[in-house]
Nanobody, 122 residues
Framework: QAQLVESGGGLVQAGGSLTLSCVVS????????MGWFRQAPGKGREFVAT????????RYADSVKGRFTISRDDAKNAVFLQMNTLKPEDTAVYYC???????????????WGQGTQVTVSA
């Protein structure tokens, strides 16, 4: 089993920035593909970004491309999501997830954090 704990959410004005962190314990972090997803009220869970095991492959949703940056630090067993130029439509609960597969499909991720709320005011 792996445990994932997110942090870094909060309230920010449009145009602002936040950095989310997710620390993984219980399993070897380096074996995981890591992803970030989000879920807005009344909507389904949406893919945001993914990074492969060595950081050599990264993919973003079109809605965040150019504004968000995913990264990982294997020494800290952590994955990060730097979010810049935030928009009100970025408001959601953000989840990090771990997978053995390189995929943007939430069903491919076996382990999930509890989520952290990001609210962007207009």
């Amino acid at each position: 089993q792996a445990q994932l704990v997110e942090s870094g959410g909060g309230l920010v004005q449009a145009g602002g920035s936040l950095t989310l962190s997710c620390v993984v314990s219980g399993r070897t972090f380096g074996t995981f593909v890591m992803g970030w997803f989000r879920q807005a009220p009344g909507k389904g869970r949406e893919f945001v970004a993914t990074i492969n095991r060595d950081g050599g492959y990264i993919r973003y949703a079109d809605s965040v491309k150019g504004r968000f940056t995913i990264s990982r630090d294997d020494a800290k067993n952590a994955v990060f999501l730097q979010m810049n130029t935030l928009k009100p439509e970025d408001t959601a609960v953000y989840y990090c997830a771990a997978s053995g597969l390189l995929t943007v499909d939430a069903q491919g991720y076996s382990y999930w954090g509890q989520g952290t709320q990001v609210t962007v005011s207009a």
